[in-house]
């Protein structure tokens, strides 16, 4: 979105969890801590989230809900939010990407995109 009264950038770090993960099984477990930054002027809430996980064979899978990790938090211009989630791959290398549904204390609902960012077991990448 261009528009500077509804700006939000999104981050995020990833982690494999070899302790949760079942390499034998096609079981690759993974976290990742998303940092949302409301540079806009407006106050905004996060109401929803739409996440695509692609594995390294294609396999697509589709997750939508209600906030993220149970919080729907308002986010003040200038102010952060970070939380800790994750999912298990059948691949050991995917992608996610998505968008955070967005709600503007004027009205406006906006969505929030979230680049394409990389889960890779260490390694499995050249």
Do not use: C
Not at 14 to 43: K, W
Not at 89 to 100: A, D, E, I, K, P
Request: no cysteine; charged share 15%.
């Amino acid at each position: 979105m261009t528009d500077s009264r509804y700006q939000i950038d999104v981050s995020v770090v990833t982690r494999f969890l070899p302790e949760q993960s079942q390499p034998d099984a096609q079981r690759f477990a993974f976290a990742y801590t998303v940092t949302i930054h409301n540079g806009g002027e407006q106050p905004a809430r996060l109401l929803s989230r739409h996440w695509i996980i692609t594995d390294g064979d294609g396999g697509v899978q589709e997750v939508r809900g209600a906030g993220v990790v149970g919080q729907q938090p308002l986010i003040e211009p200038g102010a952060s939010h970070t939380y800790s989630s994750g999912t298990v791959l059948s691949t050991r290398v995917g992608n996610m990407q998505g968008s955070y549904q967005m709600l503007a204390a004027d009205g406006k609902r906006f969505d929030a995109p979230i680049a394409p960012f990389r889960l890779a077991v260490p390694g499995a990448l050249h």
